[in-house]
Every structure is written in C-alpha cells, then in structure tokens.
C-alpha cells in the first residue's frame, strides 16, 4: 500500500498556503477548495520532483476537477484521469491493488510518483515537448 501524504489524522489537509479543514467542509467546499488551489496542492506534493510540477502543468494546466466537479479526463484519451492524467485503463487496476483512487487528487498524485519512481517522466514522454522546454529554462 502507498501512503498518501497530505492527508492529516486530524480533519486536516496541509497544502501550500495552509490547512485545509476536511471534515468540516461540505463536499462541495471541499470540491472548490481543491479546485482553486489545485496548483499550490501539486507544488507542495512534489516539492522534491520539480519535473512533475511541470508534467501536471502541461498535462492538466494543474486542474484534477472540472467547473461541474467531474475529474478532468483526457481530451485525445477520455481514460486519462485527473490533474496527471494517469490512463485508467492501463493503470487502473494496479492503483486499486495500491490503495488508491485516481479520481482523487491526492491518489492521483500518490500514483504518479509511484509511476515516476518506476519509469521516470516516460508515462509522460508525450508532452515532453512542453515540460522538457521549461525544465531546460529554469537550469
């Protein structure tokens, strides 16, 4: 099983700018907190892997939810799920086995770290072309 950080014992979701108050919230606040602070909660998460910052940039322009608060899918590939856009249907069924749900952010996230500690940014190779640019101006 993968821990998902982020996730606090105490009602409490630690982002960027502060804390989230999870078990207070009504689903739907909760939905638009995620939803605005989506970029700040992928910073935070791979603050150690500044490469996949990029990937969520180019991959979902950082958003995990739609204005009707539907998970983002792919637009070539509906089975590309979320702010990383992780294909369900290749890696659906392992991220189940782990523990996660890739309809949530942070499962999202867990999942791809998960992947990127296995291939590298290749799972992403098709917006390299976008990541790969930034990553070199920034060096």
């Not at 799920?81 to 523990?99: D, F, P």
């Not at 999942?111 to 098709?126: C, D, F, I, N, V």
Request: hydrophobic share 35%; glycine share 8%; charged share 20%.
């Amino acid at each position: 099983m993968i821990a998902v950080s982020g996730a606090a014992t105490d009602g409490t979701t630690d982002i960027a700018y502060g804390t989230i108050a999870t078990e207070a919230m009504s689903q739907s606040e909760l939905r638009l907190t995620i939803e605005s602070n989506t970029e700040a909660i992928v910073r935070k998460y791979f603050e150690d892997i500044p490469v996949m910052i990029q990937v969520a940039r180019c991959e979902s322009t950082f958003r995990h939810t739609l204005e009707d608060g539907s998970v983002l899918t792919g637009k070539v590939d509906p089975a590309d799920t979320g702010v990383m856009q992780i294909n369900m249907r290749y890696h659906g069924a392992t991220a189940e086995k782990l523990g996660l749900d890739l309809h949530d952010i942070y499962g999202n996230m867990a999942y791809a770290r998960h992947l990127y500690e296995e291939q590298g940014t290749q799972p992403w190779s098709a917006s390299s072309p976008c990541w790969s640019r930034t990553l070199a101006a920034n060096v």
